[in-house]
T-cell receptor, first 109, second 115 residues
Framework: GQNIDQPTEMTATEGAIVQINCTYQ??????LFWYQQHAGEAPTFLSY??LDGLEEKGRFSSFLSRSKGYSYLLLKELQMKDSASYLC??????????WGAGTKLIIKP | DTGVSQNPRHKITKRGQNVTFRCDPI?????LYWYRQTLGQGPEFLTY????????KSRLLSDRFSAERPKGSFSTLEIQRTEQGDSAMYLC?????????????FGPGTRLTVT
């Protein structure tokens, strides 16, 4: 079966750094996506990795290791507005997105 | 605004009634997806279209669900004989079949409540 695992909830402090991990087992791999979703809103795209390594985009970075079936999203200089759910999704051999349940990130002052 | 739009944003219906939702994708996108999302879960794939062709439908999808994209532009999702378990957020997303860039852009969703 296909499976995406990520922690249910994490808490971090404003101004700090947090790493959200994602492990996956899918039928084929054609890229991994991270999306941000605020409560009651639609997901918005954050990052895309298809090759091993780190992709940096401002305060957000995403890392991929295909051999380990592992990715993480790194958020630096946390702001209160970063409080949201972070969804990991893998595009499988049929180019369909398989979604994790999301990690709810709580930022405390 | 040239993003993905969905109507209505909220729908409350009684069990057994039929409901229809509409999605207007980004105009140059030829792929359109429907997802269902419940609280604390990621989006669950329902179906997707490439242009007007429905290429895949989730095996978990009941026969009460049907989707169309008649002219390869907007799409409708109909749920017949709604059940309380159908209560969820229904999300539409679109993407462009361009090289390897298949990022999906989501609409604001339609929240369905079945009473």
């Amino acid at each position: 079966g296909q499976n995406i695992d990520q922690p249910t909830e994490m808490t971090a402090t404003e101004g700090a750094i947090v790493q959200i991990n994602c492990t996956y087992q899918t039928s084929g791999f054609n890229g991994l996506f991270w999306y941000q979703q605020h409560a009651g809103e639609a997901p918005t795209f954050l990052s895309y990795n298809v090759l091993d390594g780190l992709e940096e985009k401002g305060r957000f970075s995403s890392f991929l290791s295909r051999s380990k079936g592992y990715s993480y999203l790194l958020l630096k200089e946390l702001q209160m507005k970063d409080s949201a759910s972070y969804l990991c999704a893998v595009r499988d051999s049929n180019y369909q997105l398989i979604w994790g349940a999301g990690t709810k990130l709580i930022i405390k002052p | 605004d040239t993003g993905v739009s969905q109507n209505p944003r909220h729908k409350i219906t009684k069990r057994g009634q039929n409901v229809t939702f509409r999605c207007d994708p980004i105009s140059e996108h030829n792929r359109l997806y429907w997802y269902r999302q419940t609280l604390g879960q990621g989006p669950e794939f329902l179906t997707y279209f490439q242009n007007e062709a429905q290429l895949e439908k989730s095996r978990l999808l009941s026969d009460r669900f049907s989707a169309e994209r008649p002219k390869g532009s907007f799409s409708t999702l109909e749920i017949q004989r709604t059940e309380q378990g159908d209560s969820a957020m229904y999300l539409c997303a679109s993407s462009s079949f361009r090289d390897s860039d298949y990022e999906q852009y989501f609409g604001p969703g339609t929240r369905l409540t079945v009473t």
